[in-house]
């Protein structure tokens, strides 16, 4: 029998404002490192996401996290989850925005320190947030789902906006927590972030379209890169 994974969904169906977003969805989210949900826009990663962490009502179906059904209490701590929409404000440094997210998530002082050090925000405490430079806000977001030294992370297009070299620092700190035993789910619906992940998980129409490692996508299809690798999964599936 496989190893129960961070994240095991099954004959997941989910149905918003009348339209059914995910059919029948099912996929496993390995521990211990960075999984990439890559697909267009429209195609059910940010319900997904939603589910995973307990704020998305489902019609049928099951979603395991961490070995505990979604939502539960006992996951509150143990789960970071970084939405698209900024989760933080604007108008109050860094410090004072992880000091009040602490005390509403009941976390011990040290662990602002510990947050600020994780995502390299260090001398920039003092700072209110909307005078950072882009890539230092959006680290912030980010400090503030580590706050509870979460098992899971769960980050929905992160990098949103983000010029290449700031998307590649965020990226080597998403390796970082990884290796730290952290794991990550990340959306995106950039293709060429999707060689930065160790697993990939390619979603289309609410549906898994494929499943696996950068390397044995493009090897499957005989592409050079993973956009190529993605458009040939998709004439696959038409036939």
Known sequence: MAALGAVEVEQLRVVRGGKVVL??????????????????????????????????????????????????????????????????????????????????????????????????????????????????RARVPLATALLGDPELLVLDEPTVGLDPVLRRDIWDTFHALAARGVTLLVSSHVMDEADRCDALILLRDGRVLATGTPAELRARTNAANLDAAFLRLVDERRQ
């Open 23 to 136: 059919p029948s969805l099912g996929l496993h989210v390995e521990r211990g490192c960075v999984t990439g949900l890559l697909g267009p826009s429209g195609s059910g990663k940010s319900t997904l996401m939603r589910a995973i962490v307990g704020v998305q009502r489902v019609e049928s179906g099951s979603i395991a996290v961490l070995g505990l059904p979604a939502g539960s209490p006992a996951l509150r701590s143990r789960v970071g989850y970084v939405t698209q929409a900024p989760s933080v404000y604007g108008g109050l440094t860094v410090r004072e925005n992880l000091v009040y997210f602490a005390r509403i998530l009941g976390a011990p002082s040290q662990r602002v320190a510990e947050a600020v050090a994780a995502v390299g925000l260090e001398g920039e405490e003092e700072h209110v947030v909307e005078r950072l430079s882009g890539g230092q």
